[in-house]
C-alpha cells in the first residue's frame, strides 16, 4: 500500500486573502473620512457596514487559512480509506466515488468529485486548490491516479 500524501496549506493564497481585505478596508477608511468630513451619514453608515464585512472577512481567512498555514497543518490528505479535504472537514471514502474532474480557473483550479450515490454533502464535492500548497495540474494527476489504483483493488 502505498503511503498517505499529504498537501499542507498554502501561505501564500492566506497571506493573499488576508492582503485584500486589508487594502478594501484602506480604501473605505479613506472615504469614511471624507463622508464624516461632509456629513453625510448616510455614506458613512453604508462604509462602516462594509468596513465590517471586510474585517469580518479578514478574520475567517485569518483563523481558518493563515492558522493553519503557519503551522503547517495538512489541507488535503490521500491515504487507503479515501480523500480528506481539511479545509472543509470532508472525508471521501473511494468506493464512493464515481469520478473525478478537474476544472482549471483563472485564479484557482478545483477538484470535482462526483460521488455514486447522493450524501451529505450532495452528489458532488469540490476541492478548492486555492488553499492548498502544490501545483494545481500535479495535485489532481495525484488524486486521480489514488483513484485509479484504490478503485483497481
Known sequence: MPTPLRYPYSLASALLGIVLPLVFFAITWINLREALFVHNNLAAGLIIFADLVFLGLLGIVLLKRLVPALQGKIALELNEQGITDYTRNIVIEWNYIKNLDHE?????????????????????VVIRQRWIKGKDREMFEEVYSWFEEMTAL
Request: hydrophobic content about 25%; aromatic content about 4%.
Open 104 to 124: 482549471i480557473g483563472r485564479n484557482s483550479s478545483r477538484i470535482i468529485i462526483k460521488l455514486k450515490h447522493e450524501t451529505e454533502y450532495g452528489s458532488e
